[in-house]
């Protein structure tokens, strides 16, 4: 979801850096580091770092190392962002608010991203069928016969 700076206390920027620091500057979910360029495997259940150590992309867990050339995936720069568990925006109390990765967020929010997406397109056809019951299409007219 893009930020929303309105919705936002003043203090935000200062709330986002202590619930950063609260998980050491790494994703709450699968660690992943703040700013790191790691290779996230083909498949997504695993992470690469530029040392070679691997992780459990679902739950941060160790799983050894890899040599570059052993290790398909893409690379990507981890950028960490603050997600509220609940889903409110205004709820800002600390137990509410997570640092996790762009993926790990995207995955928490799925569900509710999915519900508002359906409800913004309900809305968008009630709205054009209540424009079609207002506007008297014209007739089609029958193309003249040579």
């Known amino acids: 979801m893009t930020l929303k700076a309105h919705r936002y206390p003043k203090n935000w920027r200062a709330i986002r850096e202590g ?17 790191e360029a790691i290779v996230r495997a083909d498949d997504g259940r695993t992470y690469m770092l530029p040392d070679g150590q691997v992780f459990d992309a679902a739950n941060g867990t160790p799983r050894g190392y890899a040599r570059g050339s052993e290790y398909t995936g893409r690379l990507v720069r981890v950028v ?11 709820n800002n109390d600390a ?14 929010d799925r569900a509710d991203n999915q519900r508002r997406a359906q409800a913004t397109r309900s809305a968008k056809a ?21």
């Open 80 to 90: 960490l962002t603050v997600a509220h568990l609940d889903h409110n925006e205004t």
């Open 126 to 146: 009630e709205r054009l069928n209540h424009l079609r019951g207002q506007i008297a299409l014209p007739l089609a007219t029958p193309r003249p016969t040579r």
């Open 19 to 35: 619930v950063r620091l609260r998980t050491n500057n790494q994703c709450a979910q699968c660690r992943a580091p703040n700013g």
């Open 95 to 108: 137990a509410n608010l997570a640092a996790l990765c762009q993926k790990c967020h995207l995955a928490h």
